[in-house]
């Protein structure tokens, strides 16, 4: 069968459909980031996401959940840009990497700088972000474990004045 991608704007009760796919490795970092649970730290981010937030379903079934948030308490328009997959994603890379890079266009207009954490031993995820163009710094120990996390940005819009 070809696979074939869709992709909509998705609500909170989306997260429910999504749940039980999850891959451990988003799991396991929500958890470190100091989500009381994983299905809470996926509604809060698709509340923050509003106007961004999409599933992307392939042949009907989730491949991934993902938005682009205000940073809170920030000056300026910075983006917090996230995504929680299946493993779906690794069995459709291509479709998936030429998706993610089509949607973080379309969904980062209203942002000049992208800004997020990604826990440092997340290789997969680390490749994808720098495919896409992030820039990575060294990890820092975060949350309630002290996890290594490393920041990613990208700068999307007009870069300010000097």
Request: hydrophobic fraction near 45%; include cysteine; charged fraction near 20%.
């Amino acid at each position: 069968m070809v696979p074939e991608l869709t992709v909509r704007k998705a609500t909170v009760d989306d997260v429910a459909r999504i749940l039980p796919h999850l891959r451990q490795v988003d799991r396991e970092e929500a958890l470190a980031m100091g989500w009381p649970s994983v299905e809470a730290g996926l509604r809060a981010s698709v509340e923050a996401s509003r106007d961004t937030v999409r599933l992307a379903l392939i042949n009907g079934e989730p491949l991934a959940l993902f938005g682009i948030g205000p940073q809170p308490g920030s000056v300026g328009r910075i983006g917090v840009p996230w995504l929680v997959g299946t493993a779906k994603i690794d069995r459709n890379p291509r479709l998936f990497l030429r998706a993610s890079r089509k949607y973080l266009k379309r969904l980062s207009g209203g942002f000049d700088l992208l800004v997020n954490q990604v826990a440092a031993a997340n290789t997969p995820a680390i490749r994808w972000l720098q495919w896409l163009g992030f820039s990575l710094d060294t990890p820092v120990s975060l949350g309630p474990y002290r996890t290594p996390f490393c920041r990613f940005h990208l700068q999307v819009g007009c870069r300010p004045c000097a």
